[in-house]
Structure formats: C-alpha cells, structure tokens
Nanobody
C-alpha cells in the first residue's frame, strides 16, 4: 500500500514557475514507477510526465516538453514536477500516481496501470 500526498500547487502568472512535490508513505516507494497527471475542468484526466523506478528514464507529453521536469528522490520517498514557463492552459488539478513494477526502466503512461493516487493539488495560471 502506498499513500501519496501532493503539495506545491497555487496561483501563478503566465511565464512563472511552480514545483510540485508528492510524498509517499511506506518503504516501497522505490518499487514504483511514478507519474504526474492533470485534470482541467470539463476534461478527462491526462498523463503529463512519468519516471521509472531508477529515475533514469522519463517521458513527457508534447505540450510540456522543455518546460516541465519530473524527478524523484528515493531516499526521501518523493517525486517532483518542476513546471516552468507556465501557460493558462496548464491550469488543472495535478495528481501524482504510483505503479508497482518489477522493471527499473519502464515509464508508465496510462491511467489504468497506476494503482495508487494522491488527492491532487490545484494549479492555476493567470494570463
């Protein structure tokens, strides 16, 4: 069982930056591939970025490439999402998720594969 708690959301002007954190409980954090998702009002939840258990492999959706960076610290049981050059279209509730896996290299991109979810943190980007 993994419990996830996101933090770091808030209101920022376009062009600004935020750093989201997701703290995981338990001693099994390093056994999970991790991901960040977002859900805007009236839209489905979408994958944003993922990172392998090792932290060496990452994947981003096209709209955030070059602006967002996912990272993890297995010693601190925490995954991060650094968001730079924010745009109004990045406004959403951001969720982190964990997928237990035996693979040290896999990056998981689909909602259905993730077993554990945080409660979400609101990110609002004003124009």
């Amino acid at each position: 069982q993994v419990q996830l708690v996101e933090s770091g959301g808030g209101l920022v002007q376009a062009g600004g930056s935020l750093r989201l954190s997701c703290a995981a409980s338990g001693r099994t954090f390093s056994r999970n591939a991790m991901g960040w998702f977002r859900q805007a009002p009236g839209k489905e939840r979408e994958f944003v970025a993922g990172i392998s258990r090792s932290g060496y492999y990452t994947y981003y959706i096209e709209p955030v490439k070059g602006r967002f960076a996912i990272s993890r610290d297995n010693a601190k049981n925490t995954v991060y999402l650094q968001m730079n050059s924010l745009k109004p279209e990045d406004t959403a509730v951001y969720y982190c998720a964990a997928d237990p896996t035996d693979s040290w290299v896999a990056v998981v991109t689909t909602t259905e594969e993730y077993d554990y979810w945080g409660q979400g943190t609101q990110v609002t980007v004003s124009s």
